[in-house]
């Protein structure tokens, strides 16, 4: 126990004259592998790409929840085609002389689904008289921005109300 590279075991003993020569131990280091995600928060929406980054070995495995999504290669780079909420991605790494490490961190997914908002507005059949007031109502998102004609009406709040009495034709 507690070996390191370099030192030589021996053991006394003899057999007539003959005295055995020290047998000597190679004990290479252990991997240090880092290990990074293209989205540092791992926070993302349904349908994003991230890609998974690992150094400070030879060869890398990922695993996807405890299960081995690429052999030990020489490739540091893992881009999965598809992550769920909740999915964990770790790294294993190894040197070429086998020894190997998992990585002290790992990247748990939150993947939202995107927003589907819908609008509805005050007029039922859409005809309304110059400076009428009407109301926009959306629904199906946190955040919501209006835009008249590609103009945006104000940054986006929470507020799913949109009133105007200042629409043009056109």
Same mark, same amino acid.
């Given at each position: 126990?507690?070996?390191?590279?370099?030192?030589?075991?021996?053991?006394?003993?003899?057999?007539?004259?003959?005295?055995?020569?020290?047998?000597?131990?190679?004990?290479?280091?252990?991997?240090?592998?880092?290990?990074?995600?293209?989205?540092?928060?791992?926070?993302?929406?349904?349908?994003?790409?991230?890609?998974?980054?690992?150094?400070?070995?030879?060869?890398?495995?990922?695993?996807?929840?405890?299960?081995?999504?690429?052999?030990?290669?020489? %490739?540091? %780079?893992?881009?999965?085609?598809?992550?769920?909420?909740?999915?964990?991605?770790?790294?294993?790494?190894?040197?070429?002389?086998?020894?190997?490490?998992?990585?002290?961190?790992?990247?748990?997914?939150?993947?939202?689904?995107?927003?589907?908002?819908?609008?509805?507005?005050?007029?039922?059949?859409?005809?309304?008289?110059?400076?009428?007031?009407?109301?926009?109502?959306?629904?199906?998102?946190?955040?919501?921005?209006?835009?008249?004609?590609?103009?945006?009406?104000?940054?986006?709040?929470?507020?799913?109300?949109?009133?105007?009495?200042?629409?043009?034709?056109?």
């Amino acid at each position: 126990t507690g070996l390191t590279n370099g030192q030589v075991i021996s053991v006394s003993g003899t057999a007539g004259a003959c005295t055995p020569s020290g047998l000597s131990v190679v004990v290479h280091p252990l991997p240090l592998p880092v290990f990074t995600c293209s989205d540092p928060d791992t926070s993302i929406c349904e349908g994003d790409l991230v890609s998974f980054t690992a150094s400070g070995a030879d060869m890398y495995a990922y695993f996807l929840n405890g299960v081995q999504l690429t052999p030990f290669s020489g %490739i540091p %780079i893992y881009n999965p085609d598809s992550l769920n909420n909740g999915d964990v991605v770790t790294l294993e790494a190894q040197t070429t002389f086998g020894c190997s490490r998992q990585s002290s961190n790992n990247f748990t997914l939150e993947v939202r689904p995107y927003p589907i908002p819908t609008l509805s507005c005050s007029d039922a059949d859409l005809t309304l008289c110059a400076g009428d007031s009407i109301q926009f109502f959306a629904q199906g998102a946190d955040l919501y921005e209006f835009f008249v004609t590609g103009a945006s009406q104000g940054p986006a709040s929470n507020d799913s109300v949109f009133t105007s009495n200042g629409l043009t034709t056109g």
